[in-house]
């Protein structure tokens, strides 16, 4: 591994764990995180809950376990690239979406909306409490005890109030400071990898066409570069060579404005990272065809009926589940039977936890009449 860049976030500048542990032998401190999410429970749910696709409408489409290990090869490349702790990138990337309810965004505002009373659910935060405390693995705490700089990057974005509460791993959406530059790096390839992926996925169900989206973003440019290099090739080698170029073209342009704004700031430490702007970021251009990307997904696949009928049919799971918990304990879990004032919250981690396919399952256990009485 090449040196680490002055600014990047290595075990010297680390804020460290919140319960003091021995250094590592034979890895870093940052592999040890990113171990450790490897081998949580949380993190091996992910095969099984939806991206955009429910886990079981096909077996091609992303997931959220895919979409986690695409997003982690994104970042790394930006990472080793800029000198960066390839090591952190990776464990925040792993991490990030380990809060996240089943199927997909539609199971996330169903479970905000039930929670609304009681303090809301919000995904990002929900990640921090699995790896803060949900995660039950070690004898001598909760959670997975990982350093700060991997929990401060797992928390995204947070609300006000909810920062409040939350103190340093939060303290930055109350100061207005950056995180590391790492933590950036992960938001960002984030942002590639889903926009690539649902792209691929969204034609590959065909809810989406090639010719609706042959005028958005930088899709045309190399679609039709590719096929003047390569006329006569077939729909899926056209397609697959588009969104590599694409993914490619996302993280060169992400370096280049990364590096640039690094020079431009004479960024020096970590606490220049921290108390400078945003660093790391695409070029205007890029960002504006990034934007045309997202609003066509938006409207085209995440807004087309057969994913709302899927979302349709997430939000009533959802909420049938949590309103027949909070109405009767005893259907509970023992473990998730907590002391009246928590209760809500305390069923809101036990759902965020299901698999689509479980949630299916308790749906079906705790309303279908007439069968599955176990
Ligand atoms: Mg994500």
New binding site residues.
Partial sequence: MKALAPYAVSAENSRGRSHPEDAPFGRTEFQRDRDRIIHSTAFRRLEYKTQVFVNHEGDLFRT?LT??IE?AQIARSIARRLQLNEDLVEAISLA??LGHTPFGHAGQDALNECMKAHGGFEHNLQSLRVVDMLEERYANFDGLNLCFETREGILKHCSLPHAAELGEVAARFLNNTRPSLEAQIANLA?EI??INHDVDDGLRSGLITLEQISTVGIFPAFLESVRQEHPGIPERRLIHETVRRMINAMVSDLIRQTEDNLTRHGVRSLDDVRAGPPLVAFSEEMRGENRALKSFLYTQLYRHYRVMRMSAKAHRIISDLFAAFMDDNRLLPPQYQLAEHNRARAIADYIAGMTDRYAIREHRLIFSVGENFS
């Fill in positions: 959220r979409h986690s997003v990030h979406d984030d990898a889903y």
